[in-house]
DNA sequence: TTGTTTTAAGTGGCCAGACCAGTTGAGGTT
DNA sequence: AACCTCAACTGGTCTGGCCACTTAAAACAA
């Protein structure tokens, strides 16, 4: 006998695809309740429950206890976050981890000279002047600096992208503000931001690249 | 009320992952059991079945029935495959898995340059070797393909990076398959292959990059 | 002693049932 | 019409049970 029958709770969470591609169900639409599937698929309610917990660490779904469980957007940031949670465990990884922001963040920006819209250059201008405005009053605008950088990378429009650097960036924000905190940091960062703005409103991509590839170096993450 | 305590199935997972931090517990270790776990962290059963089937599903963890729970290798390939199992739904997303893993490859390979060793670039002639033979046979040469790209991203020394690659990869096999079944694009490949591989034995990087860029855009994932 | 068989303990897989704690909406009260 | 109240439903969790499988110790046979 070597017939190993998949485990039920796998075989629950292709059900639950399937139901979803078959009946055209979107982010934001519920899902039958526990009891229920486990009614409708004839299996435990266990096993319905670790099906729904796993999909849920990846965030495929979201649970609300007194209403149900619902399909949850393209907002997977966690996979990778948990990805390296359970993987970064020594300072090589680190590294490694700078390195793959950087690439990820570099390439971004080449695509996002040619796809920025309008829009969101001028929202660029907007943060670096609230960041001036922040700095101006003695406070550290890590804010601002975040926003800098992840709409450039939302601007290259590719949302798996977007995913991995959140994830990997969202990681290290100790270390950027850490970074800012850096004697005679913030002036510096600011002007390569601005110099970075300039390019991406001319889209001119190698300027843009070549900025950035010094501000990523300055600012040692 | 608006103390929202966090699921038990999560902090079931944190504990897992400070145990293995603790017991500096590695890939192959095995895990207590299910219900020293439920015994010792005071919590029932089922809690923790769904917190290891959650792990188990994202390739953390294997579990033998009758045996136990064991910590797996750095395998989390499985990710990303899940991942767009679910998400898969529309052209646009697989169109931005085709250029992030096109943005990645190149990167990795341009960090090789500096990075491979001397027997990594011996293998990569010799799977360019074994994929002519078997051409020859009439047979595809599938995984020599795979084996000859993996090659190059594992020799940019930077596992992160290699997981990303792989997790990207690995949901494309079918597409590889296909592409190199295509009229003619075989010896083709092979070729362009053929010139990557011997950029890299010099270092070349500007030529390898080239190379790659024509290669991906041939293959046409 | 050595090699084999049996058996008991341990482990994951799964289920049924129970109770708690929120949410919701229908029906009654004001 | 606006406001309760409460029953029904939903997820969250625990308990305890039974099954199938693995392993190693114990019993047995050679």
Known sequence: MSSVQPKVYLEVIKQINQMINEDQLVSGDKLPSERELSDRLDVGRSSVREALRALELLDFIETRRGEGTYIKSFGSYRLVEILLSFLLKDENTRKELTETRRIIEL???????????????????????????????????????????????????????????????????????????????????????????????????????????????????
């Open 107 to 221: 390439e971004a920006l080449r695509l996002a000279c040619e796809r920025i819209t309008n829009e969101s250059v001028r929202q660029l201008g907007q943060f670096i002047s609230r960041a001036k405005e922040e700095w101006s009053h003695g406070d550290l605008p890590v804010e601002e600096d975040y926003l800098f950088h992840k709409t450039i990378v939302e601007s290259c429009h590719n949302r798996l992208l977007l995913n991995l650097w959140v994830s990997l960036v969202e990681y290290n924000k100790v270390a950027i503000s850490r970074s800012l905190q850096r004697e005679g940091r913030m002036p510096v960062s600011l002007s390569e931001h601005e110099e970075i703005y300039y390019a991406l409103q001319n889209r001119d991509c190698e300027r843009a690249t070549m900025a950035m590839k010094q501000h990523l170096e300055n600012s040692r993450f």
